[in-house]
């Protein structure tokens, strides 16, 4: 692997020192984004974060976002901070292709809600980043794009279906990115890259103009550097949105405020059962160690019994997903079927043979695993700790769909342990929490209660300033 | 009984019509057979009076 030089002064930074930089006047948005630029232009070459950059647009942003600086005004906690997004979020005019063949020529026709209150936090928005043909899929391949590489390790996948979101925010290119979970990915390609990652509550965020792959599954969140910045990102995507009706109403603390809030007394459970299965003897060493460490910080670490309700949870998300995927795509399926990738297209064919009668009842069950889910571990304990890859990053080799049973095998690995989260529609927070003997970032996911966001982020935080692991540099930057 | 290749072929040609080639036809009889596998190990907990509809009402009502 070619190694680049060590990320410059700026790039490096996290998200909210940045923004603070900017807002105190001590860097304008025009030198921030132009330190992007420049390590865009060192890895973007080898890396295929990118599907398209709007470099024009976003300078001018920066300028005028600079503009406004010298005129003593802030436009939001976000103002002048580069960030790029998985390349399913609509903007008026704008084409986002989702990956594919099928919307790469069509322009947007609204703007997502989630950009839009990125816009009016001050966020310039420097571009699309790859992900998996209609983010249908686990290991961030695909077959229309160059493929994105992960910058700890170029023979490692960087899984997805956020591919490029994990990419990009890992090798420093932005400082953030929308990625969108339907089973983990979110969370896995941050796992793969060495980031956090963070799924909000079903319906926390609008997913108004953003693809729909699975409507009842599908969430927007970001990826970040440090959960600090996630808390800064998710405060202002989260909320009502009067459009989506999916989109729940809470109100939104203030995520930021309140991460410094001592973690003792906060009870973390340890899965006894499904979650604790199968696993990687690193990961699960990399696990037992993060216990240890939120032991010493002063939280609570107890044992809890994963109801079986989970495992079949595990089994019914693709139930829901492909039914729910296939209805979505049944007009392009019969008129354009050679426009998707092999992989992709056959991945869509099981749900056309779904009942109405199994989804329905599978929804239905879904309730129930959710209030047996709740009673039996969140009685106990304020946040389960789990892993997100049970399996150190795969290599690409692995994940070849050349590889038949094997790479079956594999696909339902990488989300064997986030897909019941979605199943159950609650949060929960990818942090990385030390390395396989491979060298690759492994990370452990906080399951949180509905809406128990702040807690999350609190022991999230906590955790990376006892172990400063978010600091490590993936290879491909000079580390 | 178990989904066969051939059901799955005709219920192709007469509601769905989607192009899928010849050999995916084992496969997809394999994984629509798990599917209903996981369908029916739900059934047991099946509650009439279950709305799935209730899912946002109950993730807001264990709001923290």
């Known amino acids: ?78 103002h002048g901070v580069p960030m790029a997004h998985k390349d399913m979020y609509y903007r008026v005019g704008r084409v986002s292709g989702c990956g594919s063949r099928i919307r790469s020529r069509e322009p947007g026709k609204t703007t997502a809600t989630a950009l839009r209150k990125l816009d009016n936090a001050g966020a310039i928005d420097v571009g699309g980043l790859a992900m998996v043909e209609f983010a249908m899929g686990p290991h961030g391949f695909n077959a229309h794009l160059p493929r994105s590489l992960n910058p700890w390790n170029h023979d490692r ?26 089973g983990g990915s979110i969370r896995c390609p941050a796992a793969a890259n060495g980031v956090v990652g963070c799924l909000p509550t079903n319906g926390l965020v609008s997913r108004r103009g953003a693809m729909p792959m699975s409507w009842s599954l599908d969430c927007v969140g970001p990826l970040t550097r440090t959960v600090k910045d996630a808390a800064r990102v998710l405060k202002v995507i989260a909320g009502h949105d009067e459009p989506d009706g999916s989109a729940a109403a809470p109100p939104i603390p203030d995520y930021e405020s309140a991460l410094e809030q001592p973690v003792a007394g906060i009870r973390i459970g340890v899965p006894h059962g499904y979650f604790d299965q199968d696993l990687d003897a690193d990961v699960q060493k990399a696990i037992s160690e993060s216990f240890d460490v939120f032991q010493q910080a002063g939280a609570t670490v107890v044992p809890v019994e994963i109801p079986k309700s989970v495992s079949l949870s595990s089994d019914l998300h693709p139930l829901v997903m492909k039914a729910e995927g296939a209805a979505n795509h049944r007009p392009w399926k019969r008129t354009r079927a050679a426009e998707y990738s092999e992989e992709v297209g056959k991945r869509l064919e099981a749900g056309f043979f779904i009942s109405a009668v199994d989804y329905i009842n599978a929804l239905q069950y879904r309730v129930f695993a959710l209030e047996d889910f709740l009673g039996a571990v969140f009685r106990r304990v304020d946040a389960l700790l789990t892993p997100v890859l049970p399996i150190p990053t795969p290599t690409l080799e692995q994940t070849a769909y050349s590889n038949g049973p094997a790479y079956l095998k594999m696909v339902i690995a990488l989300t064997r342990n986030t897909r019941p989260i979605n199943f159950l529609g609650l949060p929960a927070l990818s942090v990385t929490c030390g390395f396989t003997s491979d060298g690759m970032p492994t990370s452990f996911q906080l399951v949180g209660r509905p809406f128990s966001e702040s807690t999350l982020f609190r022991l999230g935080h906590r955790f990376q300033m006892e172990t400063k692991l978010h600091l490590a540099m993936p290879r491909a930057l000079g580390a | 009984m178990p989904i066969t290749p051939q ?4 219920l192709n040609d007469e509601t769905q019509n989607i192009p ?31 709305d799935p509809g209730e899912f946002p009402a109950v993730l807001r009502s264990r709001q923290t």
């Not at chain 1, 948005?29 to 599907?51: D, M, R, S, T, Y």
């Not at chain 1, 647009?57 to 503009?67: E, T, V």
């Not at chain 1, 996948?157 to 339907?182: H, I, K, N, Q, W």
């Not at chain 2, 057979?33 to 059934?43: G, K, M, W």
């Open chain 2, 20 to 50: 899928i080639a010849k050999e995916r036809w084992p496969e997809l009889a394999v994984e629509l057979n798990q599917l209903r596998t996981a369908a029916e190990a739900a059934l047991p907990v099946h509650d009439f009076d279950r």
């Open chain 2, 7 to 10: 059901l799955l072929k005709e």
């Open chain 1, 157 to 182: 996948v960087p899984c997805g279906s956020s591919s490029g979101s994990g990419v990009a925010v890992a090798a420093r290119m932005v400082y953030g990115s929308l990625g969108s979970d339907t």
């Open chain 1, 1 to 78: 692997m070619s190694q680049a030089e060590p990320a410059d002064g700026l790039s490096n930074l996290s998200l909210c020192e940045t923004a603070d930089l900017i807002k105190t006047g001590k860097v304008s948005a025009v030198e921030v984004l132009e330190a992007c630029f420049g390590q865009i232009n060192k890895l973007e070459p080898i890396h295929h974060a990118f599907v398209w950059q709007d470099r024009e647009s976003a300078l001018n942003r920066a300028r005028w976002l600079d503009s406004v600086r010298s005129r003593g005004e802030i436009v939001g906690p976000l």
